[in-house]
C-alpha cells in the first residue's frame, strides 16, 4: 500500500507525520518505506537519520546541437514551448534551466543536427534508518524543475507492506507528481484560516486526481474549529488530531521522532495507522492487530 | 523602486504573518502574493478586487474523437505518459488515443507529429490573478487552478503587474510574499529582485532548508537577510543560526518569540502590529527598521535603481506568434 502525506500549506507538519509513522510501521515489523519526495527542502533524513548506501545522479535530456550539421531552419526553435532554444543566423543556443526534455526539437530536425545529453538536476540517495527503508532526492540548487527528480525517486522505492511518500507543499505540480499513483492520502492541516484555506485548495487537487484521502489535524487547539466543520460539512474523514503541544515542537525542533522522543503520542500514531489501513487491500487490515483498530473504531464513534 | 521578497525555504515559518505586518508599517507599498499555489496573504488583506484576468501558462493537447485514426503515433512521441488508447470508438477504430490533461505537459509535440490532423492544440486557463485594493494598498495575487501548472509564469505575471502599479502611482516599495522551497516558482519570484528576506525558524529542519535557500540567492546574486521566528522554540538552533548568519554574511534583522498572538491575529484577520502592542509585535517592528534602512541603503547606493530584469522579461514568450 501506499501512502501519500500531503498539505496546501507548508510546515503543517507532514515530515513530522510521515517520519513517525514509518518508524511505528518498522517497530511493528513490518517491511516500510519512507520516501522524501520534496526534494526541494528534503528534511525527512534529519528525523530518520538513515545510512545512505546508494547514491546517483538524475537528470533530465536536454538538446545538443552539432553546428556542423545545422541549417538554422528554426524548426526546433518554433516546436518549443518553454523557449529553451533559440536559432538563429548562424548559432543555435539551448537554455537547459527551461527545458522540459520532451524531445520536440530532435524529432522535428531535419538534418538530424540534435542530439540530446543528460545533464544532472539532483542526486538520488537510497539507504536504510534501523527498519526503514529510506529514498529521497536532493535537487541541484538553482534547478527549477523538481517532477523529474520526484520521479526517479518514486522508481527507486524497494517493494515494502507500506510505502510512505513525504510530498512538498503546494498544490501543483511538484505535488501531484508525488502523489500520483497513491492508494490513499493524507492531508495535514492545522485548525487556523491558512490552514483551512490551503486544505480546501489540497481537496479539490486530490479530488482532482481521484484519490482517495482523509485529514489529520495538527496543532489542534490551537485556533479555531473551522477545519472540524469544514470536514463535517464535506463528508471528509478525520483520520487523527495532534494536539498544539510545546513538547512535539520542540522535539522536532531537535530532529526528534515525535513517536520515538515522546511515547505518550505512540498510540495516537498506532491508531492514525489502523485507520489508513482500512483503506488499503483487506490483507493489510487482517493483519492489524485488533486491539488498535477497536481503538479507532471507539475514538470514530466519538466524534 | 524596490523590491523585498519574503521567502523561507521550509514552509510555515511565517512569511506571511511578516510579510502582512510589513505591509502595516510600510509607509506606501505594492502588495504581491507570489505563493499562488496557496496564496494566505488575502486572508489578513481582506482585499477589494478591482480587476480580474484569466491566466493562460501554456496550451494543452487534446485528441478529436471523430479524426483520429489509432496510428498511435502521438503516444509514442509523448515522453510524459500522457497518451493513452482507451479513448471511445469512433468510425474508423474501436479504440482511439486520448489525452490526460494532468499529466499533459503542453510541449506540443504529439500535435505537430499527427498526420491525421486530429490533434488540437489550445491555450488553456489554468488560473487567474487580480488587481485589489487593501488597507494597505494595492495588492497583485493570483490563484493557480486546481491540479495545473505552470506556476512561475503566473508569479512572474503578478510581479511584473506589481512593479507596473508601483512606477504608475509612484510607490516605492514592492512587498512580495514568496512561497516555500527553491524550485521553479521561487526562482521566478526572486529574480532580479532587489532584497531578498529569508523567515527561518530555529529547527533542524529550519536550519538546513536556510542553508540551501541562501544558496539559492546567491546563485541570483541577490542580497539576503535573515529574520528569526519563533526564536526561544529551540535557543541552542537559533544561536546556530546565528552563527550561519555571520558566517555566510546574511544579516540577521530581527528575533521574533514564539507567540500564540501571532495565530490569534490570523484568525482575528489582522496583523499582528495591528493586533497587539508589545511583545511580537514589538519585535516585528524592530526587524521592519532594519529592514526598511537596507532598503534605504540601497537607494543611496552608487548603483541607483538598477534593477535586472526578471525571468519572465527574459523569456521571449511574445516573441512568436503562432
Redesign the interface.
Known amino acids: 500500500m501506499r501512502i501519500a502525506v500531503a498539505s496546501g500549506k507548508g510546515g503543517t507538519g507532514k515530515t513530522t507525520l510521515a517520519t513517525s509513522l514509518a518508524w511505528v510501521v518498522a517497530q511493528n515489523g513490518r517491511t516500510i518505506a519512507y520516501v522524501d519526495c520534496d526534494v526541494e527542502e528534503p528534511n525527512g533524513h534529519l528525523f530518520l537519520r538513515p545510512e545512505i548506501s546508494e547514491e546517483r545522479p538524475i537528470g533530465k535530456t536536454i538538446p545538443y546541437v552539432d553546428l556542423a550539421k545545422c541549417i538554422f531552419c528554426d524548426k526546433c526553435e518554433e516546436i518549443c514551448q518553454f523557449n529553451a532554444i533559440a536559432c538563429f543566423a548562424k548559432q543555435v543556443l539551448v537554455y537547459p534551466e527551461l527545458c522540459h526534455a520532451c524531445g520536440g526539437c530532435r524529432l522535428v530536425c531535419p538534418t538530424a543536427a540534435i542530439s540530446e545529453k543528460l545533464r544532472e538536476t539532483g542526486i538520488l540517495q537510497v539507504g536504510r534508518a534501523g527498519g526503514v527503508r529510506f529514498v529521497h532526492g536532493i535537487l541541484k540548487v538553482g534547478e527549477p524543475l523538481s517532477p523529474p527528480l520526484i520521479t526517479a525517486v518514486k522508481s527507486a522505492v524497494p517493494e515494502s507492506d507500506l510505502e510512505i511518500i513525504d510530498a512538498p507543499p503546494g498544490t501543483s505540480c511538484p505535488v501531484i507528481e508525488s502523489i500520483r499513483g497513491s492508494d490513499y492520502v493524507l492531508l495535514v492541516t492545522e485548525p487556523t484560516p491558512f490552514g483551512l484555506n490551503d486544505l480546501t485548495l489540497a481537496v479539490e487537487m486530490v479530488k482532482a486526481l481521484k484519490l482517495p484521502f482523509g485529514v489529520v489535524i495538527n496543532r489542534a487547539g490551537v485556533g479555531v474549529d473551522n477545519v472540524l466543520v469544514y470536514c463535517q460539512e464535506n463528508r471528509i474523514e478525520i483520520l487523527a488530531e495532534i494536539p498544539d503541544d510545546r513538547k512535539i515542537a520542540e522535539a522536532y525542533s531537535s530532529g526528534n521522532l515525535i513517536c520515538e522522543s515522546l511515547p505518550e503520542y505512540r498510540p495516537l500514531f498506532e491508531s492514525l495507522l489502523a485507520r489508513i489501513y482500512l483503506h488499503g487491500p483487506t490483507d493489510l487490515v487482517g493483519r492489524v492487530s485488533t486491539q488498535f483498530t477497536q481503538g479507532s473504531v471507539e475514538q470514530g464513534s466519538k466524534r | 523602486m524596490r523590491e523585498l521578497v519574503v521567502i ?6 511565517g512569511k ?1 504573518s511578516i510579510v502582512g505586518a510589513f505591509a502595516s508599517l510600510a509607509k506606501r507599498t505594492v502588495l504581491v502574493d507570489c505563493d ?3 496564496p ?1 496573504l488575502a ?1 489578513i488583506m481582506k482585499p477589494y478586487t478591482l480587476h480580474r484576468e484569466n491566466f493562460s501558462g ?2 494543452k493537447a487534446h485528441i478529436r474523437r471523430t479524426k483520429c485514426t489509432a496510428c498511435g503515433t502521438c503516444m509514442d ?1 509523448c ?2 505518459g500522457a497518451i493513452t488508447n482507451d479513448g471511445p470508438a469512433n468510425e474508423m477504430v474501436k479504440w482511439t488515443y486520448r489525452v490526460d490533461p ?1 499529466r499533459c ?5 504529439c500535435s ?2 499527427c498526420s491525421a490532423g486530429a490533434l488540437s492544440f489550445l491555450p488553456v486557463t489554468n488560473g487567474e490573478w487580480y488587481v485589489s485594493s487593501t488597507r494597505f494598498g494595492p495588492m497583485v495575487h493570483a490563484k ?1 487552478g ?4 505552470n ?2 509564469k503566473l508569479v512572474n505575471v503578478v510581479r511584473s503587474e506589481a512593479r507596473k502599479i508601483a512606477v504608475e502611482e509612484d510607490i516605492d516599495l514592492v512587498l512580495v510574499d514568496g ?10 519570484s526572486i529574480t532580479g529582485a532587489d532584497l531578498v528576506l529569508v523567515v527561518t ?6 536550519l ?2 536556510l542553508s ?2 541562501t ?2 540567492t546567491k ?2 546574486g541577490i542580497k539576503t537577510m535573515l529574520l528569526i521566528n519563533k526564536w526561544d ?2 535557543r ?2 537559533a544561536s546556530e543560526l546565528e552563527i550561519f548568519g555571520q558566517q555566510r554574511n546574511v544579516q540577521i534583522v530581527g528575533k521574533v518569540t ?1 507567540d ?1 498572538a501571532m ?1 490569534k491575529a ?2 482575528s ?1 489582522k496583523t499582528i502590529v495591528e493586533y497587539q502592542k508589545d511583545g511580537a509585535a514589538a519585535e516585528v517592528k524592530r526587524a521592519w527598521r532594519e529592514v526598511s534602512t537596507a532598503i534605504d541603503d540601497l537607494n543611496s547606493s552608487p548603483l541607483g535603481d538598477l534593477t535586472l530584469p526578471i525571468l519572465g522579461k527574459m ?3 511574445e516573441r ?1 506568434t ?1
Request: overall charge negative; glycine content about 14%.
Open positions: 523561507s525555504g521550509k514552509g510555515g515559518t506571511t499562488v499555489d496557496a494566505d486572508l501554456g496550451s512521441v515522453r510524459f494532468i505537459e503542453g510541449c506540443g509535440v505537430h507529429f493557480l486546481v491540479a495545473q501548472e506556476s512561475g512561497p516555500p522551497g527553491i524550485g521553479c516558482p521561487v526562482i521566478a525558524e530555529p529547527t533542524l529542519s529550519g538546513h532548508d540551501r535557500v544558496d539559492l546563485h541570483f522554540l529551540n541552542e538552533i514564539y500564540k495565530t490570523q484568525i484577520e523569456e521571449p514568450a512568436k503562432r
